[in-house]
């Protein structure tokens, strides 16, 4: 599935990528929308077009020069089964980091993706599933990060996955983290960033995971009652399109 998402309007030809590995839960998608229209209107009113590009379907992944940055959403997929399509993405995605200056966001399956595009490893947590609204830490390196400068020491987010970034790339910078998942966001090279907590849920999402998934919970109604606004994790979209905004008038990568 490829198309423009209705966007602002922009003077540069290059596009913000939303790269769709996934879809939420069709009772979601009904009522909200999905992955990639929640991120779209989570990255606000920065000038930039947005492109959604769906690499499960078949969509073609463009070259560098045609787009001005990504944002790889979340997914239902488990990065460690190696699906072809999640291959070929990985690979496109280490290109971009290694070989280009075009900024890229990893969120949840993104984050994992991008660790196991750069060399480290994505697997199942040891421990279980982290679902719900958690409170996250910044590292000391997060002070000094393009995207993370301006977050709080800590911070709510929500969160849900059974699988992380067991392993960070050789060379990535923690960015955040808590005592369940340690690699809850982490920077490698210059522009490239992996959220493992989802800033594009509000809480009528984050309920709605909760609720579909219930049955496998240990106490659903203590997780639903705790979600809460997530301000600051919800901000890093806007950052992030500020960053990308920057980018679109610099001359185009080769």
């Known amino acids: 599935m490829a198309g423009m998402q209705d966007a602002t309007t922009t003077n540069s030809s290059r596009p913000l990528l939303i790269l769709k590995t996934g879809d939420t839960f069709d009772s979601l998608r009904a009522s909200q929308g ?16 947005v492109l959604v590009l769906d690499p499960r379907h078949g969509d073609a992944l ?18 460690s089964h190696r699906e072809p399509w999640s291959e070929r993405t990985a690979a496109w995605i280490g ?12 969120i949840c399956y993104g984050h994992q993706l991008l660790a196991h595009a750069l060399g480290g490893e994505a697997g199942d947590h040891p421990i279980a599933m982290e679902i719900g609204t958690v409170a996250v830490k910044a590292t000391g390196a997060a002070a000094h990060d393009p995207l993370f400068e301006s977050m709080p020491a800590q911070f709510a987010a929500h969160v849900v996955h059974r699988q992380s970034a067991l392993k ?8 955040a983290g808590n005592d369940f998942e340690p690699h809850q966001a982490f920077r490698v090279g210059r522009q490239a960033w992996g959220v493992q907590f989802h800033p594009e849920f509000d809480e009528d999402a984050m309920r709605g995971y909760i609720d579909m998934l219930a049955s496998g919970l240990q106490d659903p109604r203590a997780a639903r009652d705790a979600v809460r606004p997530t301000p600051e994790a919800a901000s890093l979209l806007q950052r992030f399109a500020r960053i990308v905004a920057q980018r679109t008038s610099e001359p185009a990568p080769n």
């Open 95 to 106: 290109m971009l980091v290694r070989d280009t200056e075009v900024p890229v966001l990893g």
């Open 168 to 175: 960070l790339p050789p060379g990535a910078v923690p960015l």
């Open 62 to 79: 463009p070259p560098a020069c045609e787009i001005a940055g990504v944002v790889v959403t979340g997914s239902h997929s488990m990065v």
């Open 34 to 49: 999905d992955f990639e229209h929640w991120i779209a209107d989570g990255l606000g009113d920065a000038g930039l077009a």
